[in-house]
């Protein structure tokens, strides 16, 4: 037994070896900084409206598009790190008083085929015997304006409103435009984003195909196709389990859980269903999924492109869907490179992630907080991805009405891995 003398010395010594830290400045313990992957350049400010899509030419142009609303113009070029103005002119964007009207007390977005009324995505193409450097255009059509009692409404499209325009980066004019059916762009259609096999074989008109995503949140979305020659069009896995919303799902952003408060509803969760979509670099297989769910999914492009005078054409893309499992969270757009990588953007970790076909993995590529929901990225001909932030969450639909996002808007840029270039299939 040890003396009492000695005990009480002990004691102390252990007791005053203790340290306890009270926040987290100088703790001695692993953190997560909230950061990896290549260094994160800040590229453009928006100061006057949030962006949804950008998309960067050859030569470094670079134009956003914004849903609207009130916004006084939905496509624009920047012309300097701090602003955008409208593209190709003013004139094309229809006024906020012309953007929907009302049948029988049913709000509709307008119908003019030639008139910008709200552009959701942008891609661009590269040049090639048939075509000029193209800036895609996706027109929804359908504009969020206000309803009564101040709730965002969503107007139904009517045809001719919904359209994907063409527009020469060699003069900046609008050389084609392509509008839908009622039968295949439904009134509660939303084209949400966009993809290109221009390849002369592609299609029998010779001109190619775009791949384009319905993401409706009432309920119905799919693909739809577009013959570039013929201006026919068809849909594919329209309510496929792989293209539904996830019913309920909860994700989290900047730390929260996340539910939708909007006017003059039940708190809910989001319900959009099928969102990214992006070709392999050989044209053959389409990588896809709903917003609301942590699954990625690929399907033959030969099933998507397959005719309608075929029977089995639909049940055919049905049964070659392949689940590529989860990936680690919510996806919403998505990029991709020739090294057949397929960039997801990860809203719930403010990250990209990548899947990889070789080795059937998702692994992150850059994370930093300033990533506050990425929507929109695009793959420069430089050999950097170029992101929109646009702070969505925060927005006032989801939030009793109240705008919790702070300007700027921004477009961050890092150098992908690998040395990847743009997928061209042209």
Known sequence: MKPLCMLSLALTTTTSAQITYQNRTGTILRTDSGAYGPELEEYHYYYEQWPIGLAISSTGRFFA????????????????????????????????????????????????????????????????????????????????????????????????????????????????????????????????????????NITASGHGIAYIVDSSDEGRPGFIMLDLGTGSSWRRLTQHPSVLRVDRDVPSYQGQPFYQHSIG?????????????????????????PLTSNYLYSIPTANLRASDSDPLSEQAASNNVTNLGQRGGNANGFEGDSNGLVYQLMPEHNAIYAYDPKTLLNHGVVRDPRIIWPDGASLGEDGYMYLNINQLPHQPNWNYGEDGRVFPGAVLRFKVPGWGKIVGLA
């Open 65 to 200: 598009s914004y849903t609207r609303g009130n916004y006084t113009f939905t496509l624009g070029e920047a012309v300097n790190k701090t602003a955008e103005l409208p593209y190709p002119s003013a004139g094309l964007q229809l006024p906020v008083s012309h953007l929907n009207t009302s049948w029988n007390g049913i709000q509709f977005g307008s119908g003019n085929s030639t008139g910008l009324i709200s552009v959701q995505a942008l891609y661009i193409t590269p040049e090639n015997p048939r075509r000029p450097e193209t800036l895609w255009v996706v027109d929804t059509g359908r504009p969020t304006i206000m309803g009564e009692g101040g709730m965002p409404v969503m107007p139904y499209a009517q045809p001719g409103g919904p359209k994907i325009i063409a527009i020469s980066l060699t003069n900046d004019t609008v050389y084609a435009t392509y509008t839908f059916p009622s039968s295949v762009h439904y009134p509660d259609s939303y084209m949400n984003d966009i993809r290109f096999d221009l390849r002369a």
């Open 265 to 289: 509803i039940p708190i809910q969760t989001l319900r959009e269903g099928l969102d990214g979509l992006q070709i392999s670099p050989d044209g053959e297989t389409m990588y896809y999924s």
